[in-house]
């Protein structure tokens, strides 16, 4: 493949599931389409019939049924069917990479990445559930043991993104099944084909398992109607979403009647701080790999750069020059040789020339890109990397999440100054420190009131670490062994013991 073109890859929209994936099923919807477009070339890719608030309802009975069938699977069936929904997924990985490239515009390099991320989680979730352990601990009367068993929570419904259309069903799904609970997925409408490609791959995996074949849904439609569906069934337990502050809240306070656990993984508006002890070149590397990552459109990428004034004019040399590196790798997010497709829709062009105009009217200035990339035969909807210098907190790319690519610079002069611009926004999912002071470095660490933190690491998404917010970032943390945690309940059984005779 190096140095050609993916299309042969990418499936002809009728080779594309159009269905939804209900009980185990492929159901044609009863609603209105989701159409989905391809944001680098406007062409349509498929038209996928949505599911009526009934036929949502339905969805949610047989989740809640498969969860019942779940809870009685033993733990070694469960393991089997996450390992192998693992293998299923690496062995589709051009076909699912080149899906995920379609309908999100993910460059294609960085679409295999995303595959192999979706199937470590299910490596990792395997893993996890093979040493999860109930507890005994030690009783303070000897006619009583206290037992502290794990339980499945049981029906749950996910609401993912079109930033990470795979990787966020793997996150949630795989602890969900290896923890013994069922799990219907409401795709984000502009990506909902790599979850269907996924459903295809679920469909044969179970039913080689003998696991239950509804215990995985994917319920296309409406948001808000499929997400009432599932919200209101007596029978579902928990609520897992990914996406924005705004509608964590909304679906929040749907939740709070009925106590439905949640799990809200929302915004961000990550600092990204770089001390003048820091490897320079080391940071500007760092900085690349978190700001750029899919053109910005990640919950943790950096959004504010505050960097010690000393350094502040050496670390915006360098990385402009990796920038405009980048800026000539813009393009068609089908080639192997792109680094930068097309901004997800025309919303998210919008915001960025927005937070663009806002900084330069209000003093900062555009040190490079700053405009639309126009792309001969491709959308109007690529946007050039950006550094824009001298921007302070107030300006809109540092109070908002740009979530594009936009470099927002600003200096600070003490590391005290610095935490506190750092955590001077309601935001809380990810920060970033550059440093070579060991003990800083700690410090910093220590005092980001963030979920997250990329100590030296513009990159720290992995599947084993738990991964969530704090502040408006949202509640809960999915990945790692607590990923499992957070779809399991304990419960205490006290248990009498007579004294012998
Ligand atoms: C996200 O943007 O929501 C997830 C990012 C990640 O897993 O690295």
């Keep these: 493949m190096s140095g050609a073109a993916a299309h042969d890859l990418i499936p002809a929209p009728r080779a594309v599931e159009t269905r939804c994936y209900i009980g185990g099923e492929f159901v044609r919807g009863d609603a209105a389409p989701v159409v989905v477009v391809n944001p680098a070339t406007d062409l349509p890719l498929a038209e996928i019939a949505g599911a009526s608030p009934s036929l949502a309802a339905r969805a949610a009975d047989l989740n809640a049924h498969a969860a019942r069938e779940m809870r009685a699977l033993p733990i070694l069936k469960r393991v ?10 690496r062995n589709e990985a051009p076909h699912l990479a080149a899906l995920l490239t379609a309908e999100s515009g993910k460059p294609i390099v960085e ?97 080689e398992v003998g696991a239950p074949t509804g215990a995985f849904s994917v319920v296309v439609g409406e948001p808000p109607q499929v997400a009432a569906a599932f919200i209101t069934h007596p029978g579902t337990r928990k609520l897992t979403f990914t996406g924005s502050t705004e509608v964590g809240r909304v679906l929040a306070a749907q939740c709070a009647p009925r106590l439905l656990r949640t799990a809200l993984e929302l915004g961000g508006n990550a600092p990204f701080i770089v001390f003048a002890d820091a490897d320079i070149d080391r940071a500007a590397d ?5 700001k750029f990552r899919f053109m910005g459109q990640t919950c943790i990428c950096a959004n504010r750069f505050l960097l010690e004034a000393s350094i502040a004019e050496e670390f915006l040399a360098r990385l402009e020059a990796r920038v405009k590196a980048l800026a000539a790798a813009i393009g068609d997010p089908t080639l192997e040789s792109t680094r930068m497709g097309p901004l997800i829709n025309d919303a998210a062009i ?17 040190r490079f890109g700053g405009t639309r990339a126009r792309i001969a035969g491709l959308a109007d909807r690529f946007h050039a990397p950006t550094i824009l ?55 910093v660490a220590e005092g980001l009131e963030f979920g997250v933190v990329g100590a030296n690491d513009g ?33 205490y059984v006290s248990l009498r013991v007579r004294a012998g005779s």
């Design 80 to 89: 089997e069917l996450v390992r192998r929904l693992a293998a299923g997924v």
């Design 286 to 290: 760092q900085a690349m790999l978190s």
């Design 350 to 366: 919008a915001k960025v020339e927005r937070h663009v105009a806002d900084a330069v009217a209000r003093g900062a200035r555009v």
């Design 111 to 207: 679409s295999r990445g995303e595959v192999e991320y979706a199937a470590s989680f299910f490596d990792n979730a395997a893993a996890a559930a093979e040493m999860a352990a109930g507890e005994l601990p030690a009783s303070r009367t000897a006619d009583r043991r206290v037992l502290v068993l794990r339980e499945p929570v049981g029906a749950t419904f996910a609401i993912t993104p079109w930033n990470f259309p795979l990787a966020m069903i793997a996150r949630k799904l795989a602890p969900a099944l290896a923890a013994g609970c069922s799990q219907a997925v409401k795709p984000a409408e502009e990506t909902p084909l790599s979850a269907l490609a996924f459903a295809r791959i679920f469909d044969r995996v179970v039913r």
């Design 389 to 443: 210098e001298g921007c302070d907190p107030t300006m809109a790319c540092a109070c908002e999440e740009t979530f594009g690519p936009v470099v927002a610079a600003m200096t600070f002069r003490s590391e005290a100054e610095a935490l506190a611009m750092a955590n001077g926004v309601p935001y809380g999912l990810a920060g970033y420190v550059m440093t070579q002071d060991a003990d800083r470095l700690l410090r």
């Design 459 to 491: 990159a720290p998404s992995t599947a084993e670490a738990p991964f969530g917010g704090r502040k408006d970032s949202g509640l809960g943390k999915e990945g790692g062994g607590h990923g499992l945690d957070a779809y399991t309940e304990l419960k």
